[in-house]
């Protein structure tokens, strides 16, 4: 079945500093890739997409790219603020239409914090 | 524009008892999706509801059940509480049931058993 790898955390990052979080997928077809975040208390709220190979989603200084040959989707921020202190889920869709219902598979999460 | 709301926030339950957890979906989405995050995970499936019909089902026992009302409203209903019930418990909606279109979630409910 599909499933999906994130680097294990938690990760402790001073301001300004750059962040990688590593992800890794399996999964049968084309998937569309996701990364979410959750901060405390709250629930999940997208942070950036990409629905097909070599696409690269980006939002709020985020970006990841859709490597196919790699089956990855790491996400990077190249200067990282205290504000980015939360939960990041890396997930995949199944859904491609027609009949599929695009059930979100996601990782375990990697808990991020940010010092001043 | 509305978001997801769910209700309630925060839920103390004892095995064996019955729960019911409500969804109210993002104006104009369709589509509703029911999550169970345990603490530390990531979520997992529960089962999806598109126009009113159950659209797919993880790997969930049948005592969890849900409905989808007119007005895409949604509830999850979990008989025959367990312990490992204990949960975030979170509703997403969306604008169509394939996987191109993100998932909004709400806030969850906290559900606890004792």
């Known amino acids: 079945g599909d499933s999906v790898t994130q680097m294990e955390g938690p990760v402790t990052l001073s301001e300004e500093a750059f962040l990688t979080i590593n992800c890794t997928y399996t999964?049968?077809?084309?998937?569309?890739l996701f990364w979410y975040v959750q901060y405390p208390g709250e629930g999940l709220q997208l942070l950036l997409k990409a629905t097909k190979a070599d696409d690269k989603g980006s939002n709020k200084g985020f970006e990841a790219t859709y490597r196919k040959e790699t089956t990855s989707f790491h996400l990077e921020k190249g200067s990282v603020q205290v504000s980015d202190s939360a939960v990041y889920f890396c997930?995949?869709?199944?859904?491609?239409?027609?009949?599929?219902?695009?059930?979100?598979?996601f990782g375990q999460g990697t808990i991020l914090t940010v010092h001043p | 524009e509305t978001g997801v709301t769910q209700s309630p926030t925060h839920l103390i339950k004892t095995r064996g008892q019955q729960v019911t957890l409500r969804c109210s979906s993002q104006?104009?989405?369709?589509?509703v999706s029911w999550y169970q995050q345990a603490l530390g995970q990531g979520p997992q499936f529960i089962f999806q509801y598109y126009r009113e019909e159950e659209n797919g089902r993880g790997n969930f026992p049948p005592r969890f059940s849900g409905l989808q009302f007119p007005n895409y409203s949604s509830e999850l209903n979990v008989n025959a509480l367990e312990l490992d019930d204990s949960a975030l418990y979170l509703c997403?909606?969306?604008?169509?049931?394939?996987?191109?279109?993100?998932?909004?979630f709400g806030n969850g409910t906290r559900l606890t058993v004792t």
């Open positions: 997403a909606s969306s604008l169509e049931t394939g996987g191109r279109s993100p998932l909004h």
């Open positions: 999964a049968t077809g084309y998937p569309s």
């Open positions: 997930a995949l869709s199944d859904g491609a239409g027609g009949t599929s219902y695009g059930k979100l598979t």
């Open positions: 104006s104009g989405h369709n589509t």
